[in-house]
């Protein structure tokens, strides 16, 4: 498809949105436009099959994401949302690199509920920051299974269920292996599947 060739291509080296101009960042976002309006998939919410699994987060405008690099001394990794789709369950696991020994993470557990067959509504749940080494980090797979195992890490291990942090993201375009979001922040979300 010409459409997510051009999507690609225009994404490929700008470091998830981080080395992005301005003029790039209008080329990229007219690209997401052009594939949005060819979704194969028009009710994703419902697409639970397509939906499920952990995606790699390829390119965002979010600048709470993309402001971690303004830390001295912190480099952002690789960053993935492992969704499972029949618990209405949402995993975001950013790998942060920094000095040696002391690269970290972050991440946050949300369950999501579908507002019609594009939307759904976010409800932050947990969120975990602490050192890759102290929560025993081998793998965002691995990761994840320890969270819904109940695991509480030796790391800033917060629960967010009595607060009111939340949001909305519509799913604007979803096939196999890519997957396109709009948050209520006016981020704009662009993901391959890794599994």
Same mark, same amino acid.
Do not use: C, H, M, W
């Given at each position: 498809m010409i459409g997510k060739t051009a999507l690609l291509e225009a994404i490929a080296g700008k470091n998830r949105g981080l080395l992005a101009t301005d003029a790039d960042q209008r080329a990229i976002l007219a690209a997401v436009a052009q594939l949005e309006d060819r979704n194969p998939t028009p009710r994703p919410v419902e697409a639970l099959d397509k939906l499920d699994g952990n995606w790699r987060l390829l390119y965002t405008t979010s600048q709470d994401l993309l402001?971690?690099?303004? %830390?001295?001394?912190?480099?952002? !990794?690789? $960053?993935?949302?492992? $969704?499972?789709?029949?618990?209405?369950?949402?995993?975001?696991?950013?790998?942060?690199? =920094?000095?040696?020994?002391?690269? =970290?993470?972050v991440s946050v557990a949300a369950r999501f509920q579908a507002v019609n067959e594009?939307? %759904? +509504?976010?409800?932050?749940?947990? /969120?975990i920051l602490g050192l890759q080494r102290l929560v025993d980090y081998r793998s965002?797979?691995?990761?994840?299974?320890?969270?819904? @195992? !109940?695991?509480?890490?030796? @790391?800033? +291990?917060? /629960?967010?269920e009595n607060r009111d942090r939340q949001g909305w993201l519509d799913i604007t375009y979803l096939d196999d292996d890519l997957?396109?979001?709009? !948050?209520?922040? !006016? /981020? $704009?979300?662009v993901l391959t599947k890794v599994n």
């Open positions: 402001r971690v690099e303004q %830390v001295p001394f912190l480099k952002l !990794g690789q $960053v993935y949302q492992y $969704v499972r789709a029949n618990a209405a369950k949402i995993y975001n696991v950013a790998e942060v690199a =920094g000095l040696p020994y002391l690269e =970290g993470l594009r939307r %759904v +509504d976010v409800k932050f749940e947990r /969120s965002v797979d691995y990761f994840v299974a320890q969270i819904e @195992a !109940g695991k509480t890490f030796t @790391a800033i +291990d917060v /629960s967010l997957r396109i979001g709009r !948050g209520n922040e !006016g /981020s $704009v979300f």
